[in-house]
């Protein structure tokens, strides 16, 4: 069956009404997945979301992103043009030309899901058929990955009451739409707020994200960390992070993530992400828990006096999320004799390897000066 879509638009011309048709005919490209330009290496992000019409502008206004291109993917015909792609099993997408280092692949992630509803498999919003399905297309395994991080961390969010059906496939050839259909929100902008006031996507995305639905962005190695409300966290810490964090609670001794981890990485705040200890620094204490000499970032570390259990002891809370870690003592080995005791329920563990693509590159030069001596 040949599938279109078709857009009522409202035209106060004359008391007028103007049917108009989302297509037309174009010519097909196949992109790379990434390019060199100038010693500087850009990367690819494809993601469809229904109408591209209401998926491009989102992106083109983001720092860090080159351009962004309107077209058709994932199917198997050649050559598809808008009358056809339906046809040939392909969806409607966008290509996203970045620069990583202004603006990473997991931030990408964030705004498009708060372009699309992900819990629809036959299609997004007004309009309707498989090839308006939601999919992310990864161009490396490290894109899938990320892909399926975020997909995973979105589903435990508790945002949605429904599963998440968004699929993660392997990016194949990318034909470019017709060229008006390129910026068509800038080319035709009434018959574009017409359309996208109608086809309930914004009402939709207002409900579900509030005011969460627009994305502040920093670029990577500089970023704002931010505690959430207490709604979010107990949506997305399990019980015992929740206890810890939130509520001063401590996790029982050798029954805990990382007190025998001996990976190299850094540990983040489970709440904000803001860095607070590397393995670098980590010993083997004896006690059951995580334990450091010192700060990875000591300006992301508040010491407090806690009186609490008829004794003093010092309270190590994160700088901007205010978790509660641990506590410090002076029991500590060299250099610094002392003993950061962490939860391991305050922190997540990031690997050496993944350092870059989860931003936190500029620690990576740490473990390689390490590894030469």
């Not at 978790?323 to 003993?339: A, E, I, M, Q, Y």
Request: with cysteine.
């Amino acid at each position: 069956m040949k599938m279109l879509k078709y857009s009522i638009l409202a035209a106060a011309l004359g008391g007028l009404l103007l049917l108009i048709v989302c297509g037309g005919r174009g010519n097909g490209q196949t992109p790379g997945a990434a390019i060199n330009t100038g010693g500087k290496t850009l990367e690819k992000a494809t993601f469809a979301g229904g109408c591209f019409w209401c998926v491009q502008p989102p992106f083109e206004k983001l720092d860090g992103v080159v351009e962004v291109f309107a077209g058709y993917t994932g199917g198997t015909g050649e050559n598809p043009t808008y009358e056809d792609y339906a046809r040939k099993e392909h969806v409607e997408a966008v290509e996203i030309t970045y620069d990583p280092t202004k603006i990473t692949y997991s931030q990408l992630l964030d705004v498009f899901w708060r372009q699309i509803n992900p819990t629809d498999a036959g299609g997004q919003f007004v309009d309707r058929g498989p090839q308006y399905r939601s999919a992310i297309f990864y161009h490396s395994d490290e894109q899938k990955e990320l892909a399926e991080k975020s997909k995973k961390e979105l589903a435990a969010s508790g945002r949605f009451d429904k599963p998440i059906v968004t699929e993660i496939l392997k990016a194949s050839v990318f034909y470019k739409a017709e060229e008006y259909h390129q910026n068509y929100h800038s080319k035709n902008p009434i018959r574009y707020k017409y359309y996208r006031s109608r086809s309930g996507r914004d009402d939709y995305l207002d409900k579900v994200w509030g005011k969460d639905r627009t994305l502040k962005l920093t670029p990577p190695g500089d970023q704002e960390y931010r505690k959430a409300s207490k709604e979010e966290l107990k949506k997305r810490l399990s019980a015992l992070q929740y206890k810890v964090t939130q509520e001063n609670g401590t996790e029982p001794p050798f029954k805990n993530e990382y007190w025998d981890n001996h990976k190299d990485g850094i540990y983040v705040d489970i709440v904000s992400g803001e860095p607070v200890f590397s393995s670098l620094d980590k010993f083997e204490s004896g006690t059951g828990w995580p334990s450091f000499t010192q700060p990875l970032e000591p300006g992301n570390i508040v010491e407090r006096e806690d009186n609490s259990l008829f004794s003093k002891r010092t309270e190590v809370r994160s700088k901007h999320a205010d978790s509660h870690l641990g506590h410090v003592f002076n029991d500590g080995p060299k250099p610094t004799g002392l003993r950061y005791c962490m939860n391991s329920a305050a922190m997540r563990f990031i690997p050496v390897e993944d350092l870059e693509k989860e931003g936190y590159g500029k620690y990576k030069g740490l473990f390689d000066k390490a590894a030469a001596h």
